[in-house]
Each structure stands twice: as structure tokens, then as C-alpha cells.
């Protein structure tokens, strides 16, 4: 079942268990615990193992609730595919030649802060998104454009967006990014 990880992490929350605490009733670690929980990582659940950590953690399933969590997960997810949103702040802000410092600024936020909204490692409130989008000389729909057509979405530099995808990936996922590139390098030199 491809939701074992939505239901569990559904499941912890809802008896107010950090996931350390949940990983040791589970008799797991807290990185596999997340690894299940955030769908990433090579990290599975069998049914005997899902049903045995319901069970560690004294969950009684209730279908209904469990079936509205699958579903809100679901729909976050495809809200927050709008992962290069800040590699295309930074475009925008270094097309229009603003420092780091003064968009930060303009905010009020910190320079790291801001950096961190650029290399998608922290989200943007809806107030600050109309701020930079206006300080840009961006309205929603064609800040949207950037991201969603294919053809905008290629003025924006594929560094910046390579960062964004870089800081997002696990230790493991690195790997495998590297060693595929690694490959990829070889046969063209042979």
C-alpha cells in the first residue's frame, strides 16, 4: 500500500508522538521512520510491519479519518509542486539587480532567511509572495507562467534549480544522482 508512510505519520501526530518517541515504540530508527513518513529514501513498510507499529503505537484504525488524511496529503502535495519558486525569486531578483540584503529588507527578514526561501529549504508566506512579485514587477499570473510554462520555465537558469532539487534530495538519493552522472559522464568519453 503506497499511503502506509501518509497513515503513519496521520497516525503519530494524532497521538502527539515526535518521531523519535515513535520510532522507539516502533523499535525503528527516526531517519526510517521519516524515510516512510515523507515517501523518500528506499525505506517501505510491509502490511505485517505497518500493522505491527499501529499496534506498538495502541491505534485502532479508524477508515474514515484515516481515508480524509490520504486525501489532504494528497492535495498538499500537488499544492507544493511549486518547488522552483524560489530559484525563480532569485532569478527575478538578480534579473532586476536587487541584492540579497535589500529584498530581505523589504520583507523584513534576514539575508540567510531569504536565501534559504531562494534555495527552497524554507517556504513564503502568501504576504511576503505579493511583496517580492510586486517589488519584481510580477503579477501572480505571470509569476505562475514562470512556473508552469514550459517555455517561461526555461528563462529561469537551471542552477538555480538544480540548488533547489540538491537541497531537497536525501543522502541516498544524492548518491544514486551521483553515481547516474558519473555514468552518464562515462559513456561519453568512451
Known amino acids: 500500500m503506497d499511503n502506509h508512510g ?3 505519520k496521520y497516525v503519530r501526530e494524532q497521538k502527539g508522538l515526535t518521531q523519535r518517541a515513535a520510532a522507539k515504540l516502533a523499535d525503528r530508527s527516526p531517519g526510517w521512520l521519516s524515510e516512510v513518513e515523507n515517501l523518500r529514501g528506499k525505506s517501505r513498510v510491509s502490511e505485517p510491519e505497518f500493522q505491527r507499529i499501529l499496534k506498538a503505537w495502541g491505534n485502532t484504525l479508524d477508515r474514515k479519518k484515516l481515508s480524509t488524511a490520504i486525501l489532504q496529503f494528497k492535495n498538499s502535495k500537488s499544492n507544493n509542486v511549486r518547488i522552483f519558486d524560489g530559484a525563480i525569486y532569485k532569478y527575478l531578483r538578480e534579473k532586476k539587480n536587487i541584492s540579497l540584503g535589500k529584498a530581505a529588507s523589504l520583507l523584513g527578514l534576514s539575508k540567510s532567511h531569504l536565501s534559504n526561501i531562494e534555495c527552497g529549504k524554507r517556504k513564503i508566506t502568501k504576504e511576503q509572495t505579493k511583496k517580492l512579485q510586486t517589488y519584481y514587477g510580477h503579477t501572480p499570473t505571470s509569476f505562475s507562467n514562470l512556473a508552469k510554462n514550459d517555455r517561461r520555465r526555461g528563462t529561469v537558469p537551471s542552477i538555480y534549480k538544480i540548488t533547489v532539487l540538491l ?4 543522502c541516498t538519493e544524492l548518491d544514486e544522482l ?12 568512451n
Open 178 to 189: 551521483f553515481n547516474s552522472a558519473i555514468s552518464i559522464i562515462e559513456k561519453r568519453q
Open 6 to 8: 501518509v497513515i503513519l
Open 167 to 170: 537541497k531537497s534530495l536525501t
